[in-house]
């Protein structure tokens, strides 16, 4: 699988939560479009996002990536984040379990 990492640092956690938001809604919005196998939107406490986007073929994500390039632009200006930084990586290992229903 190819990963595309991005790693945002808000000024404050109440900023990171509306950057979340509007990233949830961006590219959560074009899974199928994108033909993303996996999403993940990560925040901690610190104001940090952390969005990994991953892919079963390199041309998919090259193609992501000129895509949705616009979307995160918007975002880093709109919040003037104090870290912006992103990553291609290539997953080693990758172990996601299945929901089950507990009822």
């Known amino acids: 699988?190819?990963?595309?990492?991005?790693?945002?640092?808000?000024?404050?956690?109440?900023?990171?939560?509306?950057?979340?938001?509007?990233l949830s809604e961006e590219i959560g919005?074009?899974?199928a479009e994108a033909n993303?196998?996996?999403l993940?939107?990560?925040?901690?406490?610190?104001?940090?996002?952390?969005?990994?986007?991953r892919f079963d073929l390199q041309e998919e994500l090259d193609a992501f990536v000129k895509g949705k390039i616009d979307a995160l632009q918007r975002l880093k200006?709109?919040?003037?984040?104090?870290?912006?930084n992103e990553s291609t990586a290539v997953a080693v290992y990758l172990f996601d379990r299945e929901a089950?229903?507990?009822?």
Do not use: N
Not at 40 to 53: E, H, N
């Open 40 to 53: 993940s939107i990560l925040i901690d406490k610190g104001a940090t996002v952390t969005l990994i986007v």
């Open 77 to 84: 200006s709109a919040f003037e984040l104090t870290e912006y």
């Open 1 to 22: 699988m190819y990963s595309r990492v991005y790693t945002l640092r808000f000024k404050s956690l109440d900023q990171a939560k509306i950057g979340v938001s509007l």
């Open 36 to 38: 993303i196998s996996s």
């Open 100 to 103: 089950v229903s507990l009822s």
């Open 29 to 31: 919005g074009a899974i």
